[in-house]
């Protein structure tokens, strides 16, 4: 039998997103932080949260203005999502420090951050305090996707995107290649091969070059 190693009441869920939270109605308000207090709470209407500390400069801006921007974070972000982080927009423009760029939203007056992959535009509804965080209950409002993200189907690749997740004080970059879809411990036989086919793309001239050179060498390294 295994044996558990008994640890006091904490935040051991992991992992959780990595995110850069940016807010501000003004230029001169425009701020980012980072955190990983976030996730979805409801499908319709799709709902989300932040929990973040009240003594955090970000925290008086989105309780003034009722609005923030989650920002999906990268492994190229990565750095910047962690400097974000430490620094305090009292002190610092986030945006001009770390040459990140300012995009106007649709639904709300605060930016998001061209260089993340995906933004959800949300729409603060409620405030739950519940000692070191307050949690800013939102509806998504808006969501916008790198066009880079969606294949010729038009469907959305997040796997392209090489998104990280933080894991008891680290980042990690999140693997490529799915274990399975939702569903797939269930899925007959039949409906997993007609899935396997219709993901299948049609390979460029190139990559069929290249297939045939890698058989061809295989066939060799047989011989």
Same mark, same amino acid.
């Given at each position: ?6 640890? @006091? ?6 992992? $959780?997103?990595?995110?850069? $939270? &940016?807010?501000? &109605? &003004? ?7 980072? +955190? +990983? ?6 499908? !319709? ?11 955090? #400069? ?5 309780? @003034? ?14 750095? @910047?999502?962690?400097?974000?982080? *430490? ?17 106007? %939203?649709? #639904?709300? +007056? %605060?930016?998001?951050? +061209? ?6 535009? %949300?729409? *603060? ?18 969501? #916008? ?7 010729? !189907? ?20 999140? !693997? ?48």
């Amino acid at each position: 039998m295994k044996q558990k190693i008994t640890f @006091k009441p904490g935040t051991m869920l992991n992992p $959780v997103p990595a995110v850069m $939270v &940016s807010c501000g &109605s &003004s230029e001169e308000e425009h701020n980012i932080i980072t +955190a +990983a207090w976030t996730g979805i709470i409801n499908s !319709q209407p799709p709902m989300t949260y932040v929990s973040i500390r009240p003594s955090r #400069h970000s925290h008086g801006i989105i309780q @003034k203005n009722g609005e923030f921007v989650i920002n999906l974070t990268t492994e190229e972000l990565a750095c @910047k999502t962690d400097w974000c982080g *430490v620094k305090s927009g009292r002190d610092e423009n986030k945006f001009d420090a770390m040459e990140l760029t300012k995009m106007a %939203c649709d #639904h709300l +007056a %605060c930016p998001m951050i +061209a260089e993340a992959p995906v933004n959800l535009e %949300c729409r *603060v509804v409620e405030v739950k305090s519940y000692g070191s965080h307050d949690m800013f209950i939102a509806e998504i409002v808006g969501v #916008h996707v790198d066009a880079a993200l969606m294949d010729e !189907q038009q469907r959305l690749c997040l796997e392209r995107a090489h998104l990280i997740a933080y894991c008891h004080g680290h980042y990690y970059g999140l !693997q490529r290649k799915p274990i399975g879809r939702f569903g797939f411990s269930v899925m007959k036989p039949k409906t997993a091969k007609r899935l396997r086919k219709t993901n299948q793309k049609p390979k460029s001239k190139t990559q069929r070059a290249g297939a045939e050179r890698r058989r061809k060498a295989e066939k060799r390294g047989t011989e």
